[in-house]
């Protein structure tokens, strides 16, 4: 089975006072023809969608086009938050948009509930975690602390919990967004530290075949299965060296 794995779109992101619209709308069309040409079973995308919380008008429309043209790829679509996103705003109409096979996760009450895609190679689940504020999210996941390795910790503790109950060759895919220790990142991100530290190790992605990260610019692999897509655009100087791609997975 074949995944389309992208994150950091940004829509609405300005690069030193030049609008990247017409970019975006361009990279778009080149994400949904890539999952078609390569016939991909799902495309996934892990947050910071828009640029900012409350995103421009010309932003907003360039998603409902994608919106629009996800859909019409007919294959699921699982979409989680970043850190850049207004969870609340990105996921209205969520249960509405999952039945044209659009899956927006932006709640992390909904961590542990899968979506479930049935490929003639098997199930897969695939767990979206939005992006998680430690400070607000930890008492809702009853996380020891206020610190990103603890709130991930959490969410993939239930993540795994729920894994077990499946059928044994149930394969899992995770989406999030989050600074994994020993990447790389460089000046486009925003910072996210709490108490001075702004990542969570690799560990907390135990037993998890494929994790699809977003957060940081540059593309690269953490692990044998823990990859970041990177931008698909450069969204900063820093980015020069980058070359910029969306990760194609066969699990
Ligand atoms: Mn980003």
Not at 15 to 27: N, T
Request: aromatic share 6%; hydrophobic share 40%; net charge negative.
């Amino acid at each position: 089975m074949r995944f389309l794995h992208t994150s950091d779109w940004h829509l609405g992101r300005r690069f030193h006072g030049e609008d990247l619209i017409d970019a975006q709308r361009k990279i778009l069309d080149h994400i949904c023809d890539t999952a078609r040409n390569e016939q991909a079973d799902a495309l996934l995308i892990a947050g910071d969608i828009y640029d900012r919380a409350i995103p421009s008008l010309d932003a907003v429309r360039l998603f409902n086009q994608g919106l629009n043209q996800m859909a019409d790829l007919g294959i699921p679509a699982i979409m989680i938050s970043g850190n850049h996103d207004s969870a609340h705003r990105l996921g209205v109409g969520s249960a509405l948009l999952a039945r044209t096979g659009v899956h927006l996760r932006t709640n992390p009450a909904h961590t542990a509930t899968p979506v479930l895609l049935e490929t003639p190679a098997g199930t897969v689940a695939v767990y979206g975690v939005p992006y998680l504020e430690p400070t607000l999210v930890r008492t809702h996941l009853e996380a020891e602390e206020a610190s990103h390795q603890a709130v991930l910790s959490s969410a993939l503790d239930r993540i795994r919990a729920d894994l077990a109950d499946r059928p044994a060759g149930t394969r899992s895919i995770v989406l999030a967004h989050a600074f994994v220790t020993g990447a790389t990142g460089c000046r486009s991100e925003r910072d996210i530290s709490v108490g001075g530290v702004d990542h969570a190790p690799a560990s907390v992605f135990d037993g998890i075949d494929y994790v699809a990260l977003g957060h940081l610019h540059g593309a690269q692999q953490v692990n044998d299965h823990i990859h970041y897509s990177g931008s698909p655009l450069a969204y900063s100087f820093s980015e020069t060296g980058h070359t910029k791609s969306l990760t194609l997975i066969d699990l």
